[in-house]
């Protein structure tokens, strides 16, 4: 597992420190918006992280409290992938991500319905999006 060296105290800094590389963003993503929870689902991703980065940045997301690991209910060798409140707390900063992205890089269609929807409600979004996860199986 990386090791996290801190640069600075700089708020900005510190938090790239922790999850600045794209692969926990993306992680952390797939949590939030596609409900994503076991190792196998993240292999899946489209952007296709390689194994040994996925158990480090898991181990790592693990160890500085954004998600928590459990043993999953109908299979005793997976593990579930759940975000703590730190790591839903990280929604808002995705959000601002996405309406940026939208504004001024190449995005999906899909992307640009989500931004409608955040421009529109942020607030209402966020709640759908926080109460999504508790009913994650």
């Known amino acids: 597992m990386k090791t996290i060296k801190k640069r600075s105290l700089c708020g900005?800094?510190?938090t790239l420190d922790l999850i600045g590389d794209k692969w926990s963003l993306l992680i952390i993503r797939d949590m939030l918006f596609f409900k994503k929870n076991t190792y196998g689902d993240f292999l899946g991703s489209n952007e296709k992280i390689a194994t040994n980065i996925?158990?480090?940045?898991?181990a790592l997301l693990e160890k500085e409290?954004?998600?928590?690991?459990h043993m999953h209910p109908d299979n005793k060798s997976k593990y579930?992938?759940?975000l703590t409140q730190k790591g839903k707390d990280l929604l808002?900063?995705?959000l601002e991500m996405l309406l940026w992205s939208n504004k001024y890089l190449e995005v999906s269609d899909r992307?640009?319905?989500i931004t409608q929807r955040i421009r529109n409600d942020k607030e209402a979004f966020i709640k759908e999006i926080v109460s999504g996860l508790?009913?994650?199986e």
Request: hydrophobic share 40%; charged share 20%.
């Open 134 to 136: 508790d009913t994650v």
């Open 54 to 58: 996925l158990a480090d940045r898991l």
């Open 12 to 14: 900005i800094s510190s």
């Open 111 to 113: 992307n640009h319905s």
């Open 80 to 82: 579930l992938y759940r």
């Open 92 to 94: 808002p900063v995705l």
């Open 65 to 69: 409290g954004i998600i928590t690991k």
